[in-house]
């Protein structure tokens, strides 16, 4: 017999979640084994006799923090993760606003980093049916990811830029960075939670894809080392193109 | 602090587990070298002959995995006490382990106090 597709969604989403486990797992794991490590070396010297210089014992406490405040980063996010996008209210919109919101607020970040961001609207004022403070949340996440991307190629100066454009039933919004790029397996695994192939340091784009699809729209990301990186979010558009607002 | 000198290598491909490692040896008195793969390892042994007392070995790395670099280890300096550390490896494979030369096995999360009786015990046996 073979499987429905209801089947094979189940077992997609089981093997999902047991990738995120498991990513989750390992990435709670190694500040566990520093905060466990270094308060058993401090027991040890301390049982010892070992003489410990005040700095040292500064050092390894100033690390234990460090570490516990990394494990309350990471439950925050899988809470944001968790919590997903219930309180969303869709409204017809133009994302040009939501991108204003955010850039109003990112903007002196990348300026000080020698960073511009061109925002070209080939919408026609095509609105979108999306949360707002949703979507310009995510478009700082995307600043932010295309900030560190800039900054992290030792690039002095770098535009970002953020085209807007219409698709049959969706509004597209591209944005794109001149960073160094990454290779599609890392790009894929850069918008699942706790992927242990991607190079990301935080869930952020896993939470922006959950709550860009939780609004009907789609997440993705084009990239190629050397080559920068666009995320493309696919909007659902309000059926009346003649709308304005 | 208490204990004759001796360089030990600490190879490990988590950073964590290395620092935390190579700390503690630092602090009872030994020489800690930290090395990330068994490539690494095997090319410290090659610049550096008869340096090494000691080498505490992840058994599960990218690349060179434990026991491979155990036995490269062991080719460049037959003498070399190794102790291999495992977090996930099935009994059976731990359990061999001693009978192909290496000195000590330890399981993870390893117990500073039980990596330095091994430690002791293995540089008295030389």
């Given at each position: ?8 969604a ?5 093997h ?7 990513g989750?797992?390992?990435e709670?794991?190694?500040?566990l ?6 308060a058993e ?7 010892r006799?070992?003489q410990?210089?005040?700095e040292r014992i500064?050092?390894k ?14 439950i925050?996010e899988v809470?944001?993760f ?6 969303l ?5 133009l994302?040009?606003d939501?991108?204003?919101d955010?850039?109003r607020?990112g903007r002196?970040?990348l300026?000080?980093?020698g960073?511009?961001?061109s925002v ?7 609105l979108?049916?999306v ?7 995510v478009?700082?996440e ?9 900054v ?12 807007i454009?219409t698709?049959d ?7 794109t ?9 890392a790009?894929?695994?850069?918008i699942k ?8 340091a935080?869930?952020g784009?896993?939470?922006a894809?959950r ?6 729209g ?5 990239s ?12 659902p558009?309000?059926a009346?193109a003649?709308?304005?607002? | 602090m208490n204990?004759?000198?001796g360089?030990i290598l600490?190879?490990?491909?988590d950073p ?5 490692t190579a ?5 009872s008195g030994?020489?800690a070298?930290s ?7 095997i ?7 008869r340096g090494?007392?000691?080498?505490v ?12 670099t ?12 190794v ?15 001693p009978?192909q030369?290496v000195?000590a ?8 106090g ?5 430690v002791?015990?293995?540089l008295?046996?030389r």
């Open positions: 017999m073979n499987p429905s597709t209801e089947d094979i189940r077992i997609h989403r089981l999902s979640l047991a990738d995120m486990a498991g989750m797992a390992h709670f794991n190694q500040p084994t520093v905060i466990r490590g270094s070396n401090l027991l040890i010297a301390r049982q006799g070992w410990l210089t005040p500064d050092d406490l100033a690390t234990i923090v460090a570490q516990c405040d990394r494990i309350s980063g990471l925050d809470r944001r968790a919590r997903g996008a219930e309180d209210s869709p409204a017809p919109l994302p040009a939501a991108i204003e955010a850039l607020l002196v970040q300026s000080a980093r960073i511009g961001v070209e609207d080939r919408s026609g004022g095509r979108a049916h949360d707002r403070h949703a979507l310009a949340d478009i700082i995307l600043l932010r990811n295309a900030r560190e991307a800039i992290g190629s030792s690039r002095c100066h770098g535009t970002i830029i953020i085209a454009e698709a039933a969706a509004v597209v919004v591209r944005v960075d001149e960073g160094p790029g990454m290779d599609p397996a790009a894929q695994a850069a939670p706790f992927d242990p192939r991607s190079g990301a935080s869930l784009l896993a939470i894809r709550t860009i699809e939780t609004m009907g789609s997440l993705a990301i084009d190629q080392p050397g080559r920068g990186t666009t995320v493309i979010l696919t909007l558009a309000v009346d003649s709308a304005s607002g | 204990a004759p000198a360089t600490v190879v490990d491909d964590g587990i290395r620092a935390i700390e503690l040896l630092e602090l030994y020489h070298v090395l990330p793969d068994g490539t690494s390892a090319a410290w042994c090659q610049a550096n002959p090494a007392a000691l080498a070995v992840d058994l599960s790395m990218p690349g060179l995995s434990g026991t491979q155990f036995r490269l280890l062991r080719a460049l300096e037959p003498q070399l006490p102790i291999i550390a495992s977090g996930s490896a099935e009994d059976a494979i731990l359990d061999s382990l009978g030369g000195t096995v330890l399981r993870k999360p390893v117990r500073g039980a990596l330095l009786d091994a002791v015990r293995a008295a046996a």
